[in-house]
């Protein structure tokens, strides 16, 4: 059984930072590629940053310079450091793990930024 979990997540003022944490079970995890999407209220979900699976990292321009992805293959877990959060980055941040044949979702874990 797949599992991913999603953990970290908190209240925060502006300009603070938070981890997050993905956690997986259940798959070959240095063969997938790990992403960090988020969704808000009323919005899409949007991707936020991948690693891929032999380390290549991407991000969405609206966290560069701010978010950094990585990942640690012994422990199957992938993580983002978010640093000097906005408002805007309030939202619920999922965790996805995707191959040629599977994509798993986890089940988010919140982040709010706010005053």
């Known amino acids: 059984q797949v599992q991913l979990v999603e953990s970290g997540g908190n209240w925060v003022q502006p300009g603070g930072s938070l981890r997050l944490a993905c956690a997986a079970s259940?798959?070959?995890?240095?063969?997938?590629?790990m992403g960090w999407y988020r969704q808000a209220p009323g919005k899409q979900r949007e991707l936020v940053a991948i690693?891929?699976?032999?380390?290549?990292?991407n991000y969405a321009d609206s966290v560069k310079g701010r978010f950094t992805i990585s990942r640690d293959n012994a422990k199957k877990t992938v993580y983002l450091q978010m640093n000097n959060l906005k408002p805007e980055d309030t939202a619920a941040y999922l965790c996805n793990a995707l191959s040629t044949r599977a994509s798993y979702w986890g089940q988010g874990t919140q982040v709010t930024v706010s005053t």
């Open positions: 259940g798959i070959m995890f240095s063969n997938f590629h």
């Open positions: 690693i891929l699976n032999l380390g290549d990292t």
